[in-house]
């Protein structure tokens, strides 16, 4: 990777992920990109450009003047939001990763997407779930996310893109709010946990999801781009996991640092009911084996940092 444009670059992931890149590759290489334009160190310390992933024209423009050589596409309407807006998550997330697949094909540049793991579903094996298993997503963000590791895996076949992804789970983080996904609670949990020292949480107890912290979701993402690309069999989406949380077992986290705190529960029937068509716990072996994956942080580790942050 010599000079990477990035969609979505102002959201939870691209936020950290444009720094993080910045830092390796040299401010001046990493072009962000985004549909707004904040006052943001993303929009105001380096290249930044309005991009909105519907416009193909000017995302190949902008591919042409800076001389990307590789894309990485974090545009989208996540799982929650999509659920309350079907046709439009459709719209978006299919059209957007389209036209980045056909820039990516006709400059010759690397692609990334991350998939999710909400490209299972309800009748995939919920513990240990393999690499290559049953993928019958019943969400509409499931399916954008299935529909786009097969489009993935085409390119790269037909067209010789060199197309990589991961599966996230849910990611935490501190810098920037979570976007809609059905995983924000953790989050949500440890902010709340920092300010009022109680949290009503909208996922029963019991839901156990997937989560990573960001830092080694950042570390996942170059290390995949950065893997030698004949050793990987299954480019568009390995499987990566950190930690498989409930919201009891998180809340037992955030009490050794803070004692005191007190966890609710009032469930959202929407998000519930996405997490319940999730697995509970990721095999992650493959990302292991062909570029390995390592991720750093513990429940723990990952608490403390978070709360130290948030205060
Ligand atoms: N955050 C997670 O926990 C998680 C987990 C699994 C997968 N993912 C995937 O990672 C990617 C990024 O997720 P995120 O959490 O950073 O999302 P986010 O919602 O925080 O950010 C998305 C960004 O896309 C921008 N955007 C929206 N419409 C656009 C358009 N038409 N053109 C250009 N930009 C537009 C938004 O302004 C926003 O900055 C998504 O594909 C998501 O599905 C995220």
């Known amino acids: 990777m010599k000079r990477i444009l990035i969609t979505g670059a102002l959201g939870q992931i691209g936020s950290e992920l444009t720094l993080s890149l910045r830092e390796t590759y040299g401010k001046d290489k990493v072009i962000a990109t985004d549909i707004r334009k904040p006052d943001h160190e993303v929009a105001t310390e380096g290249p930044f450009e309005i991009l909105d992933v519907m416009d193909q024209k000017r995302m190949s423009q902008l591919v042409s003047t800076h001389r990307v050589d590789t894309i990485i596409h974090l545009a989208a309407l996540l799982s929650a939001k999509a659920e309350l807006n079907p046709l439009f998550a459709w719209n978006l997330n299919m059209s957007g990763l389209l036209n980045v697949l056909e820039t990516a094909k006709e400059f010759k540049t690397k692609f990334f997407a991350p998939s999710s793991i909400g490209a299972f579903g309800p009748t995939t094996p919920k513990n240990a779930t393999p690499q ?66 109680r949290y009503t949480s909208y996922i029963k107890k019991g839901t156990y999801l997937d989560m990573m912290y960001m830092p080694d979701a950042l570390a996942a993402i170059i290390q995949l781009m950065e893997a030698d690309g004949t050793q990987l069999k299954n480019r568009n989406a390995y499987n990566v996991t950190a930690m498989s949380l409930d919201p009891e077992k998180l809340a037992q986290s955030i009490r050794r640092e803070i004692p005191e705190f007190r966890l609710d529960y009032k469930i959202d029937s929407v998000r519930q009911q996405i997490a319940d068509s999730w697995p509970n716990q990721l095999d992650a072996s493959c990302a292991k084996e062909e570029w390995g994956f390592k991720p750093t942080f513990t429940l723990d580790r990952m608490t403390k940092e978070m709360i130290k942050n948030i205060m």
């Open 132 to 197: 290559n298993t049953i993928q019958r997503p019943t969400t509409m963000y499931g399916i954008n996310k299935l529909t786009g590791e097969l489009l993935a895996d085409y390119y790269f076949r037909r067209y010789g893109v060199d197309c990589r992804g991961l599966r996230f789970p849910g990611l935490i983080s501190y810098k920037t709010q979570p976007g809609g996904g059905t995983t924000d609670y953790a989050v949500e949990m440890y902010h709340e946990a920092v300010k009022h020292r």
